[in-house]
């Protein structure tokens, strides 16, 4: 991969995740550092808020998916949805930033589990959302698809080089 193609990929990862911090930990609301400098010290000077944020939240997983799989509201159902979708493009991004590396599927779910963990942990601790291991989880498995997306359509696209295409046959091993 030309040196140009992976700077514009960590342009455009970099953009992404400037977008990802925007849409879940801001809600769309522009970024104000002012405020975010306040709800980290207000935590750090009182760490059992963090404890009690972190308990409001959903600690059990499947319980949200399961709740709106159950009442199928448009709410519940756009925001299950949205998870996935947000992190799509991480999973696509990332394969493709490492294609040359021959990059595990489980790579990427390791490295949206930890960009999801990231963004729920700092909502607790910044007091700007809930903590959700559904989040967690349904981010992870669009991370995941976003890479067997991007694997599927290097291959069709002759991106790989034979070698590596023949690595992507058995499902799961590689992006």
Same mark, same amino acid.
């Given at each position: &991969?030309? $040196?140009?193609?992976? /700077?514009?990929?960590?342009? @455009?990862?970099?953009?992404?995740?400037?977008?990802?911090?925007?849409?879940? @930990?801001? $809600?769309?609301? !522009?970024?104000?550092?002012?405020?975010?400098?306040?709800? =980290?010290?207000?935590?750090?000077?009182?760490?059992?808020?963090?404890? &009690? #944020?972190? #308990?409001?939240?959903?600690? /059990?997983? %499947?319980?949200?998916?399961?709740?709106?799989?159950?009442?199928?509201?448009?709410?519940?159902?756009?925001?299950? /949805?949205?998870? /996935?979708?947000? %992190?799509?493009? %991480?999973?696509?991004?990332?394969?493709?930033?490492? !294609?040359?590396?021959?990059?595990?599927?489980?790579?990427?779910?390791?490295? !949206?589990?930890?960009?999801?963990?990231?963004?729920?942990? !700092?909502?607790?601790? =910044?007091?700007?959302?809930? *903590?959700?291991?559904?989040?967690?989880?349904?981010?992870?498995?669009?991370?995941?698809?976003?890479?067997?997306?991007?694997?599927? *359509?290097?291959?069709? @696209?002759? @991106? =790989?080089?034979?070698?590596?295409? #023949?690595?992507?046959?058995?499902?799961?091993?590689?992006?």
């Amino acid at each position: &991969m030309s $040196k140009e193609r992976v /700077i514009l990929l960590r342009v @455009l990862l970099g953009a992404y995740l400037y977008l990802v911090m925007k849409v879940i @930990l801001f $809600k769309g609301g !522009s970024i104000d550092i002012t405020y975010l400098r306040q709800q =980290f010290e207000m935590s750090w000077y009182d760490p059992a808020h963090v404890v &009690m #944020k972190m #308990k409001q939240g959903n600690l /059990i997983p %499947f319980h949200e998916i399961r709740r709106t799989l159950n009442d199928m509201t448009d709410n519940g159902l756009l925001n299950l /949805i949205g998870n /996935i979708a947000i %992190f799509l493009p %991480f999973g696509v991004l990332t394969g493709w930033l490492h !294609s040359q590396r021959r990059l595990t599927v489980l790579a990427v779910v390791m490295q !949206s589990l930890l960009l999801s963990s990231v963004l729920e942990i !700092s909502q607790a601790v =910044f007091s700007i959302g809930q *903590f959700d291991v559904d989040d967690l989880i349904l981010n992870t498995y669009g991370g995941l698809v976003g890479c067997i997306l991007y694997g599927l *359509f290097a291959a069709i @696209l002759g @991106l =790989f080089t034979s070698r590596s295409a #023949k690595q992507l046959t058995p499902p799961g091993q590689n992006c």
